[in-house]
């Protein structure tokens, strides 16, 4: 019954280690997206993908890199973790028109 | 640039009084704005939502008022509950690309 789904839930890692996390909807959504929310709870949009097209891409360092196999799954690799990269990250997808962005239980990464 | 900010980062309110959650948002060229609750450890999830051809709508126990004058958004919550206790984000949205920008968000405190 899930509409938005990530893995993992929790994710503790080292610095510099390469890591993925992955999110999938079954809503029947095209576009899909990545949020980061900092220890403040402020929630920024880092990136964008319309039926595996990348459309947003906002000024987030290039160890990150989303791949869109699917227009069901978004996933986010990210290289060589740092420790400002610790925070919660949300997958959300809209339909069309591109309003209501229904977003997933988070994936809480920390960095050590 | 763009931003959209609440007026207060926490509002206490006795339970069974009504809540008022501010929110000023800086793009007049935003279409659509829409309201989000977190709870704790969860994701957001959608409250409500208003298009900029209207200045209010209703849900239950909820009513969200836009001010396009002076770039106003509210969200009135009507006998607050213990389960509404929260932090409670707005978000406007320009253009076509679905981009959401979000505030800085209110927790919402109930007091028995």
């Known amino acids: 019954d899930t509409a938005v789904s990530q893995t993992p839930k929790y994710l503790v890692t080292q610095m510099g280690n390469d890591k993925s996390i992955k999110c999938e909807q079954n809503?029947?959504?095209?576009?899909m997206y990545w949020y980061k929310q900092d220890s403040k709870k402020f929630l920024k949009i880092m990136f964008s993908?319309?039926?595996?097209?990348?459309?947003i891409n906002e000024t987030v360092p290039n160890r990150f890199s989303p791949k869109s196999p699917d227009k069901a799954h978004l996933n986010l690799h990210i290289n060589s973790l740092e420790l400002g990269d610790s925070a919660v990250y949300f997958c959300?997808?809209?339909?069309?028109?591109?309003?209501?962005?229904?977003f997933g239980p988070g994936t809480r990464l920390l960095v050590l | 640039g763009e931003s959209v900010g609440l007026h207060l980062p926490t509002l206490s309110v006795q339970e069974g009084d009504n809540s008022i959650i501010n929110c000023a948002y800086s793009?007049?060229?935003?279409?659509?704005f829409i309201w989000y609750k977190q709870e704790s450890g969860k994701g957001p999830q959608f409250i409500i939502d208003?298009?900029?051809?209207?200045d209010k709508r209703q849900g239950q126990r909820v009513t969200v008022l836009l001010n396009k004058t002076v770039k106003h958004l509210s969200l009135q919550i009507a006998a607050t509950q213990p389960g509404d206790s929260a932090v409670y984000f707005c978000?406007?949205?320009?253009?076509?690309?679905?981009?959401?920008?979000f505030g800085q968000g209110t927790t919402l405190q109930v007091k028995p």
């Open positions: 978000a406007e949205k320009t253009g076509n690309t679905g981009k959401l920008i």
């Open positions: 993908y319309n039926n595996k097209e990348l459309i």
């Open positions: 809503l029947g959504h095209d576009t």
């Open positions: 959300a997808s809209v339909g069309t028109p591109k309003e209501t962005q229904y």
């Open positions: 208003i298009r900029s051809n209207m």
């Open positions: 793009n007049s060229a935003s279409d659509y």
